[in-house]
């Protein structure tokens, strides 16, 4: 476990290897290796994912024998990550503040008016989406007050409190799915492209888990009113959970007849529903590594079935390469999209191939 | 010949009479809210009254004075609105070159189309309702006005 949180430490310090030229708040720790030293960096970003990845496989194939402490690992990997650089892999988190800021210091609606409307804002010269309006739901917008107020009008602390913020999230999302089912919670908890990206690049996608994840939770607990609140909530920062309404209405229906909820049957069909709409993703732009989380929390309730399991972290793992084709070459066209295709799909392809291999050639 | 302005003005939308015009009526006044802040009232009354000013227009090709007329008083009292919402965004430290800018071309634009419909509309129209006293649409003086508001930048 000593080895896995340490990764993390040196993925987060690797993570300032990224700081932006134009980010002035950070001038002091400005390398420009990501602009120099392209291949280098893709190599340590490279090791650190297999490793991570490695010792991932590692603890989740031996919880019971290592008696692995679920709430101390979930607190050390916050303490390890909560200070990485948000903006490594992605600039997301730019957008989050910025859009708070378009509301709460301007006082505009940040769904009409662009930030870069704001000519003389200190923001854009790092802020990479600045020419679009709000891309997130009206819930989200109203929750990211609370960091932005809580970052006084300082930058660097602005940008730690969404960190932390988001975090929050991260932590409540396996409090709820402990509450559900222990095993299925180291199960989300401890997949590094989880890690990675709810907790070093903050995406609010882990906001929008937790209060979907909250709602089944709530559900299960006969609070109907407070579930749909909160599915309504997970709607209004991300619309890709309105996707859970059709098994929302499935256990509604059971409900109605008294029949007793399918805690497992609900699970599955929402991990299939939201690993649809992952799919589909490309359709609106393309498939983000992050987007997996809407799904992995769904299939780490079945953690019994090792072969989904193993599929999803080693699908998990491709995802995080995807970043390793931009990050080496620096450009987004040309061959970049179809290595990066290739590096998402290789590891899940040799996992099938030797399972099937294992399966029809077994050792003797 | 006049002088060609960049500005591009929308394209004309339902007319009064079309059940459709109802509807905008009513989004028309959902949208002031919608659009709150200093620019986005900016954006909200220039876009009214470019919407008016097209809606004008299009009246008057079709001979429907009145309504041309109420049109274009619509559209003058859009305008007047978008300089105090400039002048209450720069007194809250925005600043406002890009859209001071845009209302210039606006405006350019905007004078433009009521030079052309200065000269084609009669000086006044007597506009007669059904057992109602005539009304005097005075168009020389509705338009020299217009103008007025729109060249005070």
Redesign the interface.
């Known amino acids: 476990m000593s080895i896995f949180i340490l990764t993390l430490v040196l993925f987060s310090i690797f993570t300032y290897s990224f700081v932006d030229i134009n980010l002035s708040y950070l001038k002091g720790l400005y390398t420009g290796l990501y602009l120099n030293n392209r291949f280098l960096l893709s190599a340590v970003y490279s090791i650190l994912i297999f490793i991570l990845f490695g010792f991932s496989y590692f603890l989740l194939s031996n919880i019971d024998r290592l008696k692995v402490n679920l709430k101390r690992i979930i607190l050390l990997i916050v303490l390890a990550t909560i200070f990485a650089y948000p903006a490594a892999l992605t600039f997301d988190i730019f957008n989050y503040v910025t859009s708070a800021r378009v509301t709460f210091l301007y006082q505009e609606n940040p769904y009409i008016i662009y930030p870069i409307e704001f000519l003389d804002d200190p923001y854009l010269a790092f802020t990479r989406a600045a020419n679009k309006t709000a891309l997130y739901g009206p819930f989200w917008i109203f929750l990211t007050g609370i960091p932005y107020f809580a970052g006084l009008g300082n930058f660097i602390l602005t940008l730690f409190s969404f960190k932390a913020f988001i975090a929050l999230f991260y932590i409540g999302t396996v409090y709820f799915m402990r509450k559900l089912d222990k095993t299925a919670a180291f199960f989300f908890a401890l997949n590094p492209l989880v890690i990675i990206e709810s907790l070093v690049s903050s995406h609010n996608d882990i906001v929008m888990i937790f209060f979907a994840l909250l709602s089944f939770y709530l559900f299960y607990r006969r609070k109907f009113v407070f579930s749909i609140l909160s599915i309504v909530g997970s709607i209004f920062i991300k619309p890709a959970t309105l996707f859970l309404f059709p098994i929302y209405l499935g256990m509604i229906k059971d409900r109605i007849i008294g029949k007793k909820i399918n805690q497992e049957k609900a699970f599955r069909y929402s991990a299939i529903f939201m690993f649809v709409i992952f799919l589909l993703s490309p359709l609106r732009e393309e498939l983000y590594p992050w987007y997996a989380s809407w799904f992995i929390v769904f299939t780490a309730f079945f953690h019994k079935n090792k072969f989904l399991q193993n599929l999803v972290l080693v699908f998990s793992l491709g995802l995080m390469l995807r970043y390793v084709p931009y990050m080496a070459t620096g450009g987004y066209f040309g061959t970049t999209p179809i290595i990066r295709n290739i590096f998402m799909i290789t590891p899940a392809f040799i996992f099938l191939l030797f399972t099937w291999l294992k399966k029809y050639f077994p050792s003797r | 010949m006049f002088a060609e302005s960049s500005y591009v003005l929308p394209y004309p939308s339902a007319m009064p009479g079309s059940i459709f015009y109802k509807l905008n009526l009513i989004q028309e006044e959902l949208l002031r809210f919608?659009?709150?802040?200093?620019?986005?009232q900016f954006?909200y009354n220039l876009a009214q009254s470019d919407k008016y000013l097209v809606e004008a227009k299009t009246l008057f090709d079709y001979k429907q004075h009145l309504l041309a007329y109420q049109a274009l008083q619509k559209s003058d009292k859009y305008f007047k609105k978008i300089k105090p919402n400039l002048l209450s965004a720069k007194s809250?430290g925005?600043?406002t070159?890009?859209?001071e800018k845009l209302l210039r071309e606006a405006a350019e634009k905007h004078i433009e189309e009521l030079e052309k419909l200065k000269i084609v509309l009669p000086p006044a129209f007597e506009w007669k309702p059904e057992e109602q006293q005539s009304i005097i649409l005075n168009f020389q003086e509705a338009i020299k006005n217009s103008i007025g508001a729109r060249k005070v930048l």
């Open positions: 919608w659009y709150f802040g200093d620019f986005g954006k809250n925005k600043n070159e890009d859209k």
